[in-house]
């Protein structure tokens, strides 16, 4: 048995060169590992080169790199398939972010596209936090309504003209979104027959010229209110501000959190506000509703 991980790794720098005969381009790139990693693991069984991947949504089929690497080793090496192996890839290493994704659609040549992630330039974010106290038999639950709103500005980093991608995916598939808003340089992004997908739409952006995308909605949650910069993983953050406002006094934040940079009264509640210039975190901004006891006397008791 072998074992050895297959580590994640960042791209410093790519540079794609001019076309050659063959119709690809050379490309020169530089890449830093990092301490996040798949594990694989290989041992010899009887029958033919067999993929595993427990607990991932990762094919296991020739459209795996895994394989892919394999098939073409064996080739080299002159075999006609790498027979006699069975590999298990244990996944670690996230397939794609959740959340609002910015991507840049890089036409390499006809029939190979790369595709790179592009930071959010600016993100300002509006939210209105409103308690409603509900009662259910003996107990009362925390529910609030939450109308939110945000700007968000990405900036297309190459000097040529690109195709920018805006993916959205819903916080809850559980949660109701009224009055909801979502559009690319004041665009509607166009429907999707399945909105547990979330929705994507793209746009062709200038040299250097920026895309806005707007996000707004009102609806309902209970106890604790949340926003993530990504859904696993670390977050570089540029120009950012998150203002919100409660109607209530009692704010706490749950461990793990980041607290507001700003805090100032308000009317019934507060004004809190989180302001980044750069910063580079795994963490997230969250409030709960502070419980406050109040001991009576139940009927009937003495």
Not at 148 to 160: E, G, I, L, Q
Not at 216 to 224: E, F, L, N
Not at 285 to 302: A, V
Request: with cysteine.
């Amino acid at each position: 048995m072998w074992t050895a991980p297959a580590r994640a790794k960042i791209n410093l720098h790519l540079a794609v060169h001019a076309r050659r005969a063959d119709g690809y381009h050379a490309l020169t790139t530089v890449f830093q590992t990092i301490d996040l990693a798949d594990t694989l693991t290989i041992v010899e069984h009887d029958g033919p080169f067999t993929l595993r991947c427990p607990g991932s949504d990762a094919p296991e089929d020739d459209s795996n790199l895994v394989s892919r690497a394999a098939r073409a080793l064996a080739s080299e090496l002159g075999r006609p398939e790498p027979a006699g192996l069975l590999v298990t890839l244990h996944k670690q290493v996230p397939t794609q972010a959740e959340g609002t994704r910015v991507t840049v659609t890089k036409e390499v040549t006809k029939t190979v596209t790369d595709v790179a992630s592009v930071r959010l330039s600016q993100s300002r974010i509006q939210a209105d936090l409103q308690l409603t106290n509900r009662q259910k038999g003996l107990l009362w639950y925390d529910t609030y309504g939450v109308r939110f709103s945000a700007h968000y500005t990405a900036r297309n980093p190459d000097p040529v003209e690109r195709v920018i991608g805006v993916e959205l995916k819903f916080p809850s598939s559980d949660a109701i979104y009224d009055q909801f808003v979502f559009r690319v340089n004041g665009e509607s992004a166009p429907p999707a027959s399945d909105l547990t997908r979330g929705l994507v739409t793209r746009v062709r952006i200038p040299a250097g010229s920026a895309v806005s995308i707007d996000v707004a909605y009102v609806s309902r949650g209970m106890d604790d209110w949340e926003y993530a910069f990504v859904d696993t993983g670390v977050a570089e953050i540029s120009d950012f501000e998150l203002a919100l406002r409660t109607d209530f006094v009692g704010v706490d934040y749950p461990a793990g959190s980041m607290s507001p940079t700003l805090k100032q009264p308000a009317p019934n509640g507060w004004q809190l506000t989180w302001q980044f210039k750069d910063l580079v975190t795994g963490g997230y901004i969250s409030i709960e509703h502070k419980h406050i006891t109040i001991n009576r006397d139940l009927p009937g008791r003495r």
